[in-house]
């Protein structure tokens, strides 16, 4: 099976922008999760969704957004970028028919806000 | 309140001695514990998981973990350290009564020196 898969790897942005990353969950799990990874920070939850409903959502300002459409991908954006959403974000899939599932990672994307 | 504590943001282990990266958690009722490890440069990767049974359980990579209840711990071990096993390793449990949201610790550098 491939793996949880992101787009873009990298992305450059300015202030104020806006920005839409994807995430495609390995093929059978129905759980997305997106995480926001910094040096200072560590691992911060940002929101799950299953079967295309947010199931949890972290302390996150409204600015991040997320979505999971009818095939388990999913997307999350952020608007009105600021310095401090530079950051990896990671996307993570499970099976999600337990919750004793673990979560499958995928590689990140790299936003840089200028 | 729910959390995850990992009390040492880093763990230095000479190679081949047995190593310990510590972990206690928070939560109410039953919890569902997990190690993730993280390779320079790599994706998050599942180590092994706790969820009922045997309080010791054995992941990738011969790494183990044993559930103590009364300690509200669960601690990652390995009886002896590889250079190769330097990595960030993440602490994470799942609180029932939180929606069974994926609570995670705040991370320990393991460095194994030759």
């Known amino acids: 099976k491939a793996g949880v898969t992101q787009t873009p790897r990298y992305l450059i942005k300015t202030r104020g922008q806006q920005v839409t990353l994807s995430c495609s969950p390995i093929s059978g799990h129905r759980s997305v999760s997106w995480y926001q990874q910094t040096p200072g920070q560590g691992l911060q939850f940002l929101f799950e969704y299953f079967s295309e409903t947010q199931r949890n959502k972290g302390n996150f300002p409204g600015r991040f957004s997320g979505r999971q459409f009818s095939n388990s991908r999913s997307e999350m954006n952020v608007s009105t970028l600021e310095l401090g959403d530079s950051a990896l974000y990671l996307c993570?899939?499970?099976?999600?028919?337990?919750?004793?599932?673990?979560?499958?990672f995928g590689p990140g994307t790299r936003l840089t806000v200028l | 309140a729910q959390s995850v504590a990992q009390p040492e943001d880093q763990v230095n282990v000479a190679e081949g001695n047995p190593l310990t990266v510590k972990c206690t958690y928070s939560v109410s009722g039953n919890p569902y514990l997990f190690w993730y490890v993280q390779y320079p440069n790599r994706g998050l990767q599942f180590l092994l998981k706790y969820i009922t049974g045997d309080n010791l359980v054995k992941g990738s990579y011969g790494f183990e973990a044993e559930f103590n209840k009364s300690q509200t711990s669960f601690h990652l071990k390995k009886p002896s350290a590889l250079v190769s096993d330097s990595a960030l390793y993440f602490c994470a449990v799942r609180d029932p009564y939180s929606n069974y949201q994926l609570i995670w610790g705040a991370g320990t550098k393991l460095i194994i020196k030759p």
């Open positions: 993570a899939s499970s099976l999600a028919d337990k919750v004793g599932n673990e979560q499958f």
